[in-house]
């Protein structure tokens, strides 16, 4: 079942003497679990894809469905609701509050949501626990590794049970044994859970991870490569 439909999508940007077409005709479907990647040198217009999945741009023009919701049709105040309910984000920079705890970074959209005190610790701690830092729930960022604050960011992701995460970058400021743990950690929550992924990526290693590579140039898809997922303790066992 497709959880994201991209129909004959663009955005242009107005130039100082041409316009520049960002995103040119991009149409995809992105079906429930998969863990993609989408990929291209700098320009390719892989940003500017992510940040319209997200609801954090507008299309120029074309469509942008989740689960059957047009998101260039919500007003303002309906996205943000819409990317607050539905949608996790995994920035490059993490995007973490300096000030709060891991756990109440991760606790921060729950309560948001309006969820109950109880109900956020006991989700945040739980997801930090699924990430390996059941340990560091009282530190803050500044006293993490850049590893450990891209695991809070993925828990904080997490949190608000969305039906996708869109990850720009999550391993562009990490090491190569902090590269393979963080992807070994989101590869076990979609299988496990059955949480749609998509990249948007230079790291080879994520590429290697990915179940379908996206390969964009120019605005448009050039290549699109799906490979076998292999489905284990999924939601129907």
Do not use: C, W
């Not at 993609?36 to 741009?57: E, Q, R």
């Not at 729950?110 to 739980?126: F, T, V, W």
């Amino acid at each position: 079942m497709s959880i994201i439909t991209i129909k004959d999508l663009h955005k242009v940007y107005d130039g100082t003497q041409v316009e520049v077409h960002a995103v040119n005709g991009v149409t995809l479907n992105i079906e429930e679990g998969e863990f993609s990647a989408l990929v291209g040198p700098s320009g390719s217009g892989k940003t500017t894809l992510m940040n319209m999945l997200g609801g954090l741009d507008r299309p120029t023009s074309g469509q942008v469905m989740i689960n059957g919701t047009d998101l260039s049709q919500l007003k303002d105040s309906e996205l943000i609701d819409f990317r607050l309910h539905h949608i996790g984000f995994v920035f490059q920079s993490y995007n973490l509050i300096p000030v709060l705890t891991a756990l109440e970074n991760v606790e921060f959209i729950m309560h948001l949501q309006g969820i109950p005190s109880a109900e956020r610790y006991a989700r945040a701690k739980e997801l930090l626990e699924a990430v390996g830092l059941g340990d560091r729930l009282n530190s803050r960022p500044g006293q993490l590794s850049g590893g450990q604050q891209q695991r809070v960011a993925v828990a904080r992701a997490l949190a608000s049970k969305p039906r996708y995460v869109l990850a720009d970058e999550p391993t562009a400021n990490l090491d190569s044994h902090s590269t393979e743990n963080l992807l070994d950690i989101m590869e076990e929550l979609n299988r496990k859970e059955n949480i749609t992924f998509v990249f948007s990526t230079h790291d080879a290693r994520v590429v290697k991870k990915a179940h379908r590579v996206i390969v964009l140039e120019d605005g448009k898809v050039i290549s699109d490569e799906v490979r076998k997922k292999e489905v284990v303790n999924g939601p129907n066992e």
